[in-house]
């Protein structure tokens, strides 16, 4: 109970400064012995709070964006009820066959968001103003996309938005930080519900209330602190624990 409490409180912070902690509490719920599917549905519900939490912390980069917000939210929703779809009625030994492959994916893209952040600030240059046209299909389309990812399997959700969004937005890095975790606050969320309403059963409530009790702290201390913690040693504690995460999945 601990291991899951402080596992929530740290992929709170993550979230909310980095988007990938379900990195961190996908494989703590794995060695409490909850099936892959039962873990993944309970840590989408338990996260919620943390997402929310870190949302409100950054509140202020988001002034101004109010208008982009209103465009992209119902793609995100939309995405949220496919993935939520897909897991739910997808045979458990499909979710079990793919995961390790998309948590893998989620490692690379923690362990190359440095490279992927200075890309991202050398093209911002050539997409300036607000987003109209194709770039404004193009971030739709990208809500949409990570919304269904974020609705099947929550991991690395932020850090592919970040890196989609930052392509077509002129906006730094904070701003778009913000953007992240409201879009994944919704996704998380409209998932959640969707889980709670058609799937109660595969929630491991105890475990779903200690993740979500320690996101909620970890929200608001990583949109306040997590800034100051060095990038190198956040960055390389959550690609451990994937490959960890990894590991128990094809040993299992």
């Known amino acids: 109970m601990a291991a899951v409490a402080v596992a929530g409180l740290a992929a709170g912070a993550i979230n909310a400064v980095v988007g990938s902690g379900t990195l961190v ?10 099936p892959p599917v039962t873990a993944s549905v309970t840590n989408s519900l338990g996260l919620v709070p943390g997402n929310v939490g870190g949302a409100v912390g950054y509140r202020r980069e988001l002034s101004g964006q109010r208008g982009l917000l209103l465009r992209l939210l119902p793609a995100s929703v939309l995405g949220a009820l ?117 799937a109660a059963d595969r929630v491991d409530w105890p475990a779903a209330g200690l993740v979500a009790a320690g996101s909620l702290a970890g929200g608001l201390l990583g949109a306040r602190y997590g800034r100051r913690l060095p990038s190198a040693v956040l960055r390389t504690a959550i690609v451990v624990l994937g490959v960890v995460a990894v590991l128990v999945l094809v040993t299992r």
């Open 25 to 34: 509490t996908f494989p703590v719920l794995l060695a409490t012995g909850l």
């Open 82 to 198: 496919t993935g939520a779809f897909l897991l739910l009625h997808l045979p458990a030994a499909a979710f079990e066959a793919v995961v390790p492959a998309l948590v893998g994916l989620a490692v690379v893209l923690v362990a190359v968001q440095p490279l992927l952040t200075r890309r991202l600030a050398a093209r911002r240059a050539g997409a300036p103003g607000p987003p109209r046209g194709w770039r404004l299909a193009g971030l739709v389309g990208a809500a949409y996309a990570t919304g269904s990812y974020g609705g099947y399997f929550a991991a690395s959700q932020g850090v592919l938005q970040v890196g989609l969004f930052g392509l077509l937005l002129a906006e730094p890095l904070q701003r778009l930080n913000a953007l992240k975790n409201v879009l994944t606050s919704a996704v998380n969320g409209v998932a959640a519900l969707a889980y709670v309403l058609v």
